[in-house]
């Protein structure tokens, strides 16, 4: 059962978190970047495709997205159909995400405590 995977944030961390979920798509599904500069996202983007990252063929979109609004976010994980969202933005991000997730029952996994 594919899974489809969002990604919120877009630096560093984001950039091996989006190899990783391609090299394993087949199992994850479709994936979606999203972070508040969409340049940053399709730069990711960019990157898993010239790479050739992919494991098959399949959906790699990047998304502009104000983490910290939860209605917005709600609508994207609904959007994209995301079973499983990755926060690797700022941790101040830590509570409206998991809330959006919370909300639309898809898996929470964060990499940014905040304490």
């Known amino acids: 059962m594919q899974r489809n995977v969002l990604i919120i944030g877009a630096g560093g961390v984001a950039h091996v978190v989006a190899h990783k979920c ?21 730069a990711i983007v ?19 997205l104000d983490a910290l609004d939860v209605p917005a976010t709600v609508a994207l994980i609904r959007r994209t159909g995301a079973r499983i969202v990755i ?3 700022s941790s101040f991000l830590n509570m409206s995400v998991l809330s959006a997730c919370l909300e639309t029952g898809a898996a929470y996994i964060d990499t940014a405590i905040h304490e």
């Open 22 to 42: 391609a090299q394993n798509n087949a199992a994850l599904g479709d994936i979606h970047i999203a972070s508040r500069t969409l340049g940053k996202c399709q």
């Open 46 to 64: 960019q990157s898993v495709h010239h790479k050739r990252s992919l494991q098959q063929p399949g959906v790699l979109q990047a998304h502009a």
């Open 87 to 89: 926060q690797v933005g």
